[in-house]
């Protein structure tokens, strides 16, 4: 079977690779493009670690075939940072000790992130059912929620 040729960009740069038909975005990103930090952790959506933002939409890179990022904008733990400046997302989830282990906190960041594009001033309960859909064994969420609603509260600061 022969591969695709897909034009992207991802964290704002214009990227091409070939891939197999059924190679999938995370494994592109990982194994083509060498940006680790999504990570597989149940390869079927369930969990949230590879979690992606793709043209302003939150997804899981798992389940997205890489032939279908064609023409459109993939956004990674990567490109949050900006310049050497973490995002205030990242800043507070390490004042509020958010993360352990780190291996479901790319998706978390990414799943915050969707969340503040679109809404700006959750609740508690907004941000705690946003990110239902990432799964962490270490935190116990209540950290990372905190994070959040503290993120949140900052850039709608920087916005004024």
């Not at 995370?26 to 590879?50: I, M, P, Q, W, Y």
């Not at 997302?89 to 915050?112: I, N, R, V, W």
């Not at 935190?139 to 503290?150: L, P, S």
Request: glycine share 8%; charged share 20%; hydrophobic share 40%.
């Amino acid at each position: 079977m022969s591969k695709l040729h897909v034009s992207t960009v991802v964290n704002g740069d214009p990227v091409e690779f070939l891939a197999d038909p059924a190679m999938t975005l995370l494994d592109v990103l990982r194994d083509e493009l060498n940006l680790t930090g999504s990570k597989e952790g149940c390869g079927s959506g369930d969990c949230g670690a590879c979690s992606v933002i793709v043209d302003d939409r939150l997804v899981c890179s798992c389940l997205m075939l890489a032939a279908e990022a064609e023409g459109r904008r993939v956004a990674t733990i990567e490109g949050l940072a900006q310049g050497g400046q973490l995002h205030p997302l990242q800043q507070k989830f390490l004042e509020h000790a958010a993360l352990q282990c780190g291996f479901c906190t790319p998706g978390l960041l990414m799943a915050s992130k969707a969340l503040l594009d679109v809404n700006p001033d959750p609740t508690e309960t907004e941000v705690r059912y946003w990110l239902a859909g990432n799964l962490c064994r270490c935190t116990g969420y209540d950290k990372v929620v905190r994070a959040v609603m503290d993120a949140a509260a900052e850039l709608r600061q920087e916005r004024v």
